[in-house]
């Protein structure tokens, strides 16, 4: 099993920046992609992000990849959404998942989820 930790989330202005840390554990040699997910009330799960833990390819949604950006530390097995120039629809329960490659990765591991709340 992997265990996924969220953190970071918060209440935070509009126009300001937000960084959510995901750290792994567990059988991490099981994953080689971690990425980010968010769900707004009434509103169907939506994929951000994704980085590979091998090489480092970047995947983004259209919708947030001139503002967002993924990154990782494979010594510390934490990826990181770094979210700038927020906007209030951002606001959400963002959740972290992992698994072994891109195309599956809404099917594996799951963290519980931070809130982010951006304030008009």
């Known amino acids: 099993q992997v265990q996924l930790v969220e953190s970071g989330g918060g209440l935070v202005q509009a126009g300001g920046p937000l960084r959510l840390p995901c750290a792994a554990s567990?059988?991490?040699?099981?994953?080689?992609?971690m990425g980010w997910f968010r769900q707004a009330p009434g509103k169907e799960r939506e994929f951000l992000a994704a980085?590979?833990?091998?090489?480092?390819?970047?995947y983004y949604a259209d919708s947030v990849k001139d503002r967002f950006t993924i990154s990782r530390d494979n010594a510390k097995k934490t990826v990181y959404l770094q979210m700038d120039s927020l906007k209030p629809e951002d606001t959400a329960v963002y959740y972290c998942?992992?698994?072994?490659?891109?195309?599956?990765?809404?099917?594996?591991?799951w963290g519980q989820g931070t809130q982010v709340t951006v304030s008009s």
């Open positions: 567990g059988r991490v040699f099981s994953i080689n992609i």
């Open positions: 998942a992992a698994n072994r490659n891109i195309a599956t990765i809404d099917s594996g591991y």
């Open positions: 980085i590979s833990w091998s090489i480092g390819s970047t």
